[in-house]
């Protein structure tokens, strides 16, 4: 009994916390949001932090991408190709990976690689007191440290997701020439036919929202890190959680918000 309690208690305590992280990270959203409409922007912190989320993740990127479109043209091609409807593999590729699959696939990506590194750096910087060291010499951290990641995810994100559309597209084109004998001029006009000019904006779209929620919350849980070295890894796996979670749940908002309609059927 004793035993049940004390787990009680602690996972209710953990709540209670992440509950209290995520306030901070609502209210550090709205601090940061402000801090850019006046223009205090550190523009080689910018820059460094561009590198970081743009180039350093670039690979990795791609080569999710490039697989995720060989494993969808697999899982679709045979089947399209059985009930006569071949043609329509590009598209129905294309439509998947422009308003769903590239942008949660590289904000997926990008929250393993940066989103913890942002957690990690900024709560080591907290639990060994450089925060108040910034304080001290009249720094704001939201300028120093918050503004530099949320500017480099929102510019750095959507570049990669277009990216990650067009080695995907490459991916699946390359496996549907190959394995399916689907031409590439049918493949890439059934994309054309599908696809849409609302799908790439919707993608850029979540792309957006995807890189404000993972520097904030990985900024946000590194500020409210506390209790030496131990914390800095639990606030590392609860940025990553809490990014990851933020990412699905607002992915299918804004899905519903943009796509939930009827439409219209091409018979």
């Known amino acids: 009994m004793g035993f049940l309690q004390l787990t009680n208690e602690i996972g ?7 509950g209290q992280r995520v306030v901070a990270a609502v209210f550090l959203g709205g ?39 060989m494993v969808f043209t697999i899982g679709v091609a045979r089947e399209f190709i059985n009930f006569g409807a071949g043609t329509a593999v590009g ?64 510019m750095m994100i959507p570049l990669l997701t277009i990216l990650s559309f067009v080695i995907g597209m490459a991916g699946g084109l390359l496996l549907a020439d190959s394995l399916y004998g689907i031409s590439s001029s049918v493949f890439l006009n059934s994309a054309q036919t599908f696809l849409t000019t609302w799908d790439l904006f919707c993608s850029l779209i ?26 800095v890894g639990q606030s590392t796996t609860a940025a990553v959680v809490t990014a990851l979670m933020a990412i699905f749940v607002s992915n299918f908002l804004l899905s519903w918000i943009m796509f939930h309609g009827p439409g219209s059927v091409t018979l």
């Not at 209710?12 to 992440?18: A, D, I, K, P, V």
């Not at 060994?128 to 949320?150: E, F, G, H, N, S």
């Not at 993972?214 to 209790?227: E, F, P, Q, R």
């Open 206 to 231: 979540k792309s957006m929202v995807f890189g404000v929620l993972i520097s904030v919350i990985g900024c946000s849980w590194g500020l409210t890190t506390t209790g030496g070295a131990k914390g």
């Open 91 to 154: 598209g129905v590729l294309a439509i998947a990976l422009a308003r769903e699959l590239s942008p949660l696939i590289t904000a997926i990506v990008v929250t393993g690689r940066v989103g913890s590194a942002f957690a990690a750096e900024i709560g080591t910087m907290q639990v060994t007191d450089q925060i108040d060291a910034l304080y001290m010499l009249k720094t704001d951290p939201i300028d120093y440290l918050v503004l530099p990641r949320l500017i480099a995810c929102c």
């Open 31 to 69: 601090q940061a949001i402000v801090h850019l409409l006046k223009g205090k922007i550190h523009s080689r912190n910018v820059l460094e932090q561009m590198a970081i989320v743009g180039p350093g993740s670039l690979p990795i990127a791609l080569l999710t991408a490039a697989t995720v479109g």
């Open 12 to 18: 209710s305590n953990s709540l209670r916390r992440w």
